[in-house]
């Protein structure tokens, strides 16, 4: 009975010592898997923050290219590079509702019927539509652009005297062959002598 007595506190604390080993062990295990699920859950926001950093890298990437296409072909609204820099509005200015209504109007002055007489005029709000429609982009780039800038343009000498060689080379041909087709009537000759004639002056000379 006395050793009952004795060995009753002994069993308890053992229990109480074993309880609290599991306790603390379940404990420990309990903290380490929030500490773990805490760790993944930061690790999955990074990366979500990455990628969403990048997203927004390449959305501003392909409206800035864009921007930049229609910038360098603004006075030459139809370019290969201008319509299809065009195309791509919808898509990558989607979000810009100022920008989607810039172009909008000038879609809208695109595809009106074609007048003879009234080429300038249309031009000339091409032209007008063409700035809102860059001014808008450049806000929506968060650029410090104004109007004044955007009709600044520089044209070289060099392809300007080109272009007027090749109109000039172009009048001088058909002037040309209006004057061997006059020639040609009033000697009655067909049309294969021509050349022929041209050819035998040539040797006679």
């Avoid at 080379?169 to 006059?182: N, P, V, Y």
Wanted: aromatic content about 8%; hydrophobic content about 35%.
């Amino acid at each position: 009975m006395e050793t009952s007595i004795i060995n009753a506190p002994i069993t308890q604390t053992i229990i109480l010592c074993v309880v609290g080993s599991i306790g603390a062990a379940i404990l420990t295990w309990y903290l380490r898997r929030k500490d773990k699920d805490l760790e993944i859950k930061r690790e999955e926001e990074f990366h979500k923050r990455e990628i969403e950093r990048e997203e927004r890298q390449n959305k501003r990437a392909d409206k800035y290219r864009l921007f930049s296409t229609l910038i360098m072909e603004r006075h030459s609204p139809w370019t290969f590079d201008s319509i299809r820099a065009y195309n791509l509005i919808d898509v990558i200015f989607f979000d810009d509702t100022e920008v989607i209504q810039a172009w909008e109007q000038l879609h809208g002055i695109f595809g009106e019927p074609f007048d003879d007489n009234a080429v300038t005029q249309k031009r000339v709000r091409i032209e007008n539509a063409t700035l809102d429609l860059l001014f808008a982009m450049s806000k929506s780039l968060n650029y410090d652009i104004n109007l004044t800038c955007l009709r600044r343009k520089y044209s070289p000498m060099g392809p300007q005297d080109e272009r007027e060689l090749s109109s000039g080379l172009q009048k001088s041909l058909i002037e040309f062959l209006g004057t061997a087709m006059d020639w040609m009537a009033e000697n009655k000759l067909p049309k294969s002598d021509v050349s022929k004639t041209g050819a035998e002056n040539s040797k006679g000379e």
